[in-house]
């Protein structure tokens, strides 16, 4: 690892650049700081950090824990059967500040390197778009000299997601310790090493810990910024659960020549019901699954005030008409969604063959809001399923089964990851946050706040553990690709990241 601060950073720091008191990192100093981080970013990057991998997320884990160290911070990596998470403190806490904890996470999702366009997802590289719009490799040294173009990105697994905001943290803990200043928040870091797969030890972790995460207010890092990359500010995440729909027909495939027309097709009969259960407009039509979802006047005018360009953003994803469910793409995110995320029947292209398949599979992902738990939308379902005709049984139906019922279907439903959460937007955390990017950045134009973004991270489960309020701080281009191929860093963002974390790390929070 490099020195965590370049010596011309520390000169221009020194001369004054920024004063003991600034709460504000001046954009040509944040540029500095950040150009003195890459060397690190690129090293992390290069780890290989599946979530199902022990061996890599422990190697994540000791290369950050030697970053945070470098720094001055006292470490602890929390065991977790092999995938340890990491937990900092920055010494000198002092009864009389309040302390936040900032969470992010250092695992990342599985890659498949033939769809990457570049060496290797592990092996970072730049990248500029050409004028064709294409994204052509350039050298990497133009990332420690001369100005920092905003425009650049570094490709790689995990670039943005999630981590870019851990290297922005280090950096402006280096700013920090580089102008003198002192933090005015006790600063406590905890670094999930499960996010990628749901976080399904993160409540266990925060329980068995609970002496060590004391704080009054969480940070989370994580989540794609506003499109504008203006700063932006979350109230809440959505929640995710699974469900698995299986309809089945007769006991095994048959002869479609002798048997259409006759035998019942569960691939067809698969289409109808869940074409049953959404309208033309994309609204679920399954009773009761909005009922719980309350928007007041005052909600809809803080969404309304988000500056989306929508006709921008339909063109981007390539369709032609959003989905009806609320007004606008903010109201869409405040639903629970229900959602095809993958049908199955029989084979199809060099495979295909003329049969009535036996059986047809749909799996399902739910998104959940803090008012629609899986529990709560499961049922409905489940439950319109019946009203549909269907009897459910729990596995492969007998014969008894199949000589009584015409309509037969297994469903399961679960909370897959976590469940989703919600604070007031005028929350004390909140006031404090909104207050440090309105100081690092000036207040036209205003930062971003967004109630309930569409990603799930496990905030309730934080939450639930420590009983303290939270934001959600997101610092990463909104066009990152997270979770796919040619996942990337846009530069400009990854220096306005450093200035942001440095003003939440520089404002008192009374």
């Known amino acids: 690892m490099r020195p965590p601060v370049a010596s011309a950073v520390v000169l221009l720091l020194a001369l004054g650049a920024i004063g003991v008191e600034a709460r504000e990192l001046a954009p040509a100093v944040a540029a500095q700081v950040a150009q003195a981080s890459f060397r690190d970013y690129l090293e ?66 599985p890659v498949i390197a033939s769809q990457w366009q570049q060496k290797s997802p592990w092996v970072p590289v730049l990248k500029r778009r050409g004028a064709n719009g294409e994204w052509q490799e350039v050298d990497t040294a133009q990332l420690f000299s001369g100005a920092i173009d905003p425009e650049l990105r570094v490709f790689g697994r995990s670039s943005a997601d999630d981590k870019a905001p851990i290297m922005m943290f280090l950096a402006a803990i280096d700013a920090l310790k580089a102008s003198g200043a002192a933090a005015a928040i006790n600063v406590e870091v905890l670094l999930d090493s499960e996010e990628e797969k749901g976080s399904p030890s993160i409540g266990k972790i925060m329980r068995a810990y609970l002496d060590r995460l004391h704080c009054d207010a969480i940070v989370i890092h994580d989540g794609p910024m506003h499109a504008t990359n203006r700063p932006t ?13 299986t309809v089945y027909g007769a006991k095994v495939s048959l002869h479609s020549g002798h048997y259409g027309n006759y035998s019942p097709n569960p691939a067809q009969r698969l289409a109808s019901l869940l074409a049953s259960m959404k309208d033309d407009t994309g609204r679920v039509t399954v009773p009761g699954y909005y009922d719980h979802v309350r928007l007041g006047a005052a909600e809809r005018k803080i969404m309304a005030a988000v500056p989306d360009d929508e006709a921008a953003l339909q063109k981007r994803i390539g369709i032609a008409k959003a989905d009806r469910v609320g007004a606008n793409y903010q109201e869409a995110m405040q639903y629970p969604s229900l959602n095809v995320r993958g049908m199955a029947s029989a084979a199809v292209g060099d ?40 009897h459910l049984v729990p ?50 134009p205003e930062p971003v706040r967004i109630r309930m973004m569409g990603g799930t991270v496990p905030t309730a489960e934080i939450v639930e553990a420590l009983q303290v309020p939270f934001a959600i701080v997101p610092l990463v281009n909104a066009d990152n690709n997270q979770h796919a191929s040619n996942e990337n860093m846009r530069l400009g963002n990854y220096v306005d990241g450093i200035r942001t974390i440095y003003g939440l790390l520089t404002r008192p929070f009374e």
Do not use: C
Request: hydrophobic share 40%.
């Open 233 to 245: 500010l979350v109230f809440g995440n959505r929640g995710a659960a699974s469900a698995r729909l």
């Open 351 to 390: 495979k295909v063959a003329n049969i009535v398949p036996d059986q047809a599979l749909a799996e399902l992902d739910l998104r959940t809001t803090p008012d629609s738990d899986a529990k709560y939308l499961g049922k409905l379902i489940e439950d319109h399923i019946r009203k549909q005709g269907y």
């Open 44 to 109: 992390l990057l290069a780890l290989p950090n599946d979530a199902i991998v022990p061996d890599d997320v422990r190697k994540n884990a000791d290369w950050l824990e030697a970053a945070f160290q470098k720094r001055g911070f006292k470490t602890e990596q929390f065991a977790n059967d092999g995938k340890p998470m990491l937990f900092a403190e920055l010494p000198g806490a002092d009864a009389r500040r309040k302390t936040v904890l900032f969470y992010m996470h250092l695992d990342g999702q």
């Open 395 to 444: 596995g492969l139906p007998t014969d008894d089964d199949r000589a009584r019922f015409d309509k037969l279907a297994t469903f399961t439903y679960a909370t897959e990851g976590a469940d989703a959460a919600g604070t007031p937007i005028d929350s004390a955390v909140g006031q404090w946050a909104y207050g440090a990017m309105t100081e690092a950045f000036g207040a036209k």
